[in-house]
């Protein structure tokens, strides 16, 4: 992965910072996270996998935080950055709290304020190698936004990061709809998650189900989907394969 | 106040536990010429009198927009006062950019407080001889407040400060519980007639005066002097009518509203110089 790295010389406009105090490649990394938003507000799912490389290594990781009354945030990418996201956005909601006046950060603020975070750190080639999903409900209206490592920001209806993106957005274009019930939301998710489990190698059976509404957040217990690998293409998988020799 | 041997540096106590800098950069305030504001709960409008140096001269800004949200009106030194506003204009662009969300004023406030405070603990500063009415909107709706040069700051219903502040007080305070459920005209209309108690006796008249509004849906703005001269000849008609006989006054401005023949007569009778 060497490729990634910054080809200035030491004595660039870097200064004295040497090279191993930047990101240049991920070590242990999280996959995708996909949100949708319902009728009372956003769901977010996310498994619990840690790839260290290929090899699927932690399967404990909550990839998916609250943050202060309003926000909800899961990312995939590197771990330790996500962790230190979260201290950063643990001293916002800190300072924000201390003003006791009434306001708060919503989640709009927050996601705001992650995009001027990831922009600026991939501005001095140091990114935090993330990719984040911000929801939230505020006063009744409903955010639902992501960041890329790279600064990109956007928000929709539904998101998804990684993986997510080739695999679960199709599915949401063609069935999400405004005012999802809470289970309809979950079955959709689900649907989704099932898909990533059977294509994308670095998922794991292992995965959790959050929510925001205006009375808070809950994560589910980590559980696992039911899958089907009987079918008989599974059986001779090269049978009907073209191939050149 | 007198001159005393306390009263030198703003870093020295009075042995009864003043601050004679603090209070002094006070009393410039009270030299400046008025500012009102007032809210309801929904919307805060500001108003000024404009005192110019001579008849050759523009006169001096003393509202400023700080964003869409909020605005601030000055009394006292107009330059302490641009140097802040400028400040504040800086905070809301910065949180502005930083959270895609208006900075609400409230916190904006207690900045301003904390700026001015720093200024009467070091020896080698002086306060900022500037009160700001500050008026904002933020997610508990509308808000006024009193940024004084000592580093308090306190939330209004409606405030008069500068010059013959104390008429336009004595006016608010005989009405203040009315505004919460105001519509925004009547507050314009209020606003106006504060600034005229201030004037004692000069007439009212656009040029004189600024009237600035922001609310709930409404940006911060500065209303054009043609609109200020519409309203105020809702009500100036009527106070003519007060002026040459307290006696038939009375009559006169019921008459005066409803007929405007009846008007037009006692005004050329009346010799009221305008």
Redesign the interface.
Known sequence: MNFMASKQPENSLLGPEADSQRTLYPNVTGTSVVALKYKDGILMAADMGGSYGSTLRYKNVERMKAIGKHSLLGASGEISDFQEILRYLDDLILYDNM?D??????P??V???LT?LMYNRRNKFNPLWNSLVLGGIK?GEKYLGTVSMIGVNFEDDHVATGFGNHLARPILRQEWHENLSFEDGVRLLEKCMRVLLYRDRSAINKLQIAKITEEGMTISQPYSLKTYWEFSAFENPTQGAVGSW | MFRNQYDTDVTTWSPAGRLFQVEYAMEAVKQGSAAIGLRSKTHVVLGCVNKANSELSSHQKKIFKVDDHIGVAIAGLTADGRVLSRYMRNECINYS?????PL?V??LV?QLADKAQVCTQRSWKRPYGVGLLVAGL???GAHLYYNCPSGNYFEYQAFAIGSRSQAAKTYLERRFENFTDSSRDDLVKDAIMAIRETLQGETLKSSICTIAVVGVGEPFHILDQGTVQQIIDTFEIVAEQEGPDAAIGQEAAAEGAAADQGGSTDEGVAPMES
């Open positions: 003003w006046d009434g306001n708060s950060l919503g709009k603020e996601h705001n304020y001027r006063n | 950019f930083t959270y895609e969300s609400p409230g916190r207690v933020d997610e508990s």
